[in-house]
């Protein structure tokens, strides 16, 4: 009897450029930026750029079902009100397509994220890729991929509890977590 593989996506939604990332097994086996531009100015442009997004996860989503997703949760410190509410729409258009396809999500907070790579809660962009390259030995320059990278490693965590050891903080993190599941 052959073990199944165990898919995880890891998804940083943004606007301007939506990191993914799936891993099979730990591996990394596909990692795409979506990149987005506004489309105009009207109230439906906004529409079509997140339903456009949205295509692009499940066109991923089709070909790599994973066992668990998980998402960054939104950093409200925005200033940008009408951006605040795009971005919140496409978060809750990715948790219903999600539903959609009956695949388990999490989401993490962008301070648990941080702790969970660098054991800082406000670590900068840059610390992040440099601490996952040491953590986890991948090279990774878009900051939105690697999110995209650390949260499919946080799903990998809770979904193989016994599958690599994790430092105290990561653990606090995954506690965290857990209760989502």
Do not use: W
């Amino acid at each position: 009897m052959t073990k199944e593989k165990t898919k995880i996506i890891g998804i940083d939604l943004s606007l301007t450029g939506t990191g993914i990332v799936v891993l099979e097994d730990g591996k990394l086996m596909k990692k795409k930026l979506i990149k987005s531009k506004p489309l105009g100015k009207r109230p439906i442009d906004e529409i079509h750029r997140i339903r456009k997004i949205i295509e692009e996860i499940e066109d991923i989503l089709g070909e790599d079902i994973p066992d668990i997703a998980v998402i960054e949760g939104m950093a409200f410190m925005a200033r940008n009100t009408t951006a605040l509410v795009q971005l919140a729409a496409l978060n809750y258009m990715t948790r219903a397509l999600l539903v959609d396809y009956n695949i388990t999500f999490i989401i993490v907070a962008p301070t648990s994220l941080k702790k969970f790579v660098t054991g800082s809660g406000n670590a900068k962009k840059d610390v992040m890729l440099i601490e996952t390259y040491k953590r986890y030995g991948v090279t990774i320059l878009d900051d939105n991929i690697c999110d995209g990278y650390s949260l499919a490693q946080v799903g990998l965590c809770l979904k193989e509890s016994n599958s690599k050891p994790v430092t105290k903080f990561q653990q606090e993190v995954l506690d965290l977590l857990k209760k989502q599941l």
